[in-house]
Every structure is written in structure tokens, then in C-alpha cells.
């Protein structure tokens, strides 16, 4: 016998047009969303519109994009306790010394997303987008493995002392780069970054935890 799908709520078609609107690169018409969201034209326009009202989407002629207030919002999102704050410093040291683009990886909804990035090569930001799931392996915590597009990635897990993994490490780089000790500086960059937490965790309330 056949299962009805239950109805879409209003919260659950609203933000199934963001997430489209994030898929689009940050900017879509009415008609591209509600195709792609399987939600008719009119509901679809009627949740835009209320989206605009709340500045969490923005509308420019028949355009919409994402809002101020949803960047507002997601700047609030951290997936462990300063994670986010202390990696982009790492990551930006890393990828000054690899001249490979690194990212920080964090299991998510059953999803791994890319939290954070700091990019060698211009063309490199739509494949390590943050917010966006990685691409094939990253956040599996394999040491060494060929990535989507012709890349190779090297990844080091960031683990608190008491094993528990929080998120991943990785840089990215052409398979023609030189790969000798790269292994070591992306594993030392979590280890760092796994004691930066710690120390700042011993710096806060346990209610701040």
C-alpha cells in the first residue's frame, strides 16, 4: 500500500527555500526555487515574500537572494566552543606554508560540512564553500586520498584529550604538488588546534561547555 507523504509545514518549505537558495549559489528566481523545491509557484512566492518581511531573504526585482538577517544568524553557529574562532587563524597558517587551500570538516546532521576555509587558488570557493557538505571523504579521518576534481587531500583529525573528534583538518592541493611532510604539518596544525581548545575550555565556565 502506498504511504502518503505527509504535508510540508510552513517552517519545513521556508527553509527548503533557503537551503535551494544556498544550492544556487546565493541567488535564484521564483520559478528556479520552487522547481527545484518541488513547492508550487504560489506558495513558494508567498513564503519569499515573508522571508523578505523578516530580512532573512532579499528581493531585487524578480531575484532573490539570501538576507542579512540569515548571515546574522548563521555567524552565531559554532559546532564545539570556539572551534570556528581558533581554526581560521590555523587554517590561514597552514595554507600559507602548504600553499594548499585547507578547510576545517565537522560532522553535522548526520552530514559532514565545511565550517571554515582558507583558499590557495581563487578557483577553489565553489568546491570548499562553508556551509556546504564536503566533497567524497573529507571528515572520515583518512590520512591521504584523491578528492573530487583531480585533487589530493591530506587530513588529520582535531581530537581533545579525551579522544572524542570534534572536526578535521585538511588541505587540498593538485596531484603535481610535492607531498613529503605535508602529512606532518596538516597532523601538527589539529594537534594545535585541539590544545587550543582545551586551553580555552579551562578559561570558561562549565555552563559555558
Not at 500500500?1 to 544556487?24: C, I, N, Q, W, Y
Not at 544568524?73 to 587563524?89: D, I, M, T, V
Request: with cysteine.
Amino acid at each position: 500500500m502506498e504511504t502518503k507523504r505527509r504535508p510540508r509545514s510552513v517552517l519545513e518549505g521556508a527553509f527548503t527555500l533557503l537551503d535551494a537558495l544556498v544550492r544556487h549559489q546565493g541567488e535564484a528566481g521564483l520559478t528556479q526555487l520552487a522547481n527545484s523545491c518541488s513547492i508550487p509557484k504560489a506558495t513558494a512566492h508567498r513564503l519569499l515574500e515573508q522571508l523578505t518581511a523578516l530580512e532573512v531573504v532579499q528581493r531585487s526585482e524578480n531575484r532573490y537572494r539570501v538576507g542579512a538577517q540569515a548571515f546574522r544568524l548563521g555567524q552565531s553557529w559554532q559546532p564545539y566552543p570556539r572551534l570556528l574562532e581558533l581554526a581560521r587563524g590555523e587554517l590561514r597558517r597552514l595554507t600559507a606554508t602548504t600553499r594548499a587551500s585547507s578547510v576545517l570538516a565537522v560532522p553535522c546532521d548526520g552530514h559532514i560540512l565545511i565550517a571554515a576555509a582558507s583558499l590557495a587558488r581563487p578557483e577553489d570557493h565553489l568546491l570548499f564553500r562553508p556551509g556546504s557538505t564536503v566533497p567524497q571523504r573529507i571528515g572520515r579521518f583518512c590520512p591521504v586520498w584523491q578528492a573530487e576534481h583531480e585533487l589530493v587531500a591530506i587530513e588529520a583529525a582535531i581530537r581533545l584529550p579525551t579522544g572524542r573528534a570534534v572536526g578535521s583538518i585538511a588541505a587540498v592541493l593538485a596531484p603535481r604538488q610535492p607531498l613529503a611532510a605535508l602529512s606532518e604539518t596538516v597532523a601538527r596544525t589539529a594537534r594545535t588546534l585541539g590544545a587550543a581548545l582545551v586551553r580555552k575550555a579551562d578559561t570558561m565556565s562549565p555552563m559555558s561547555l
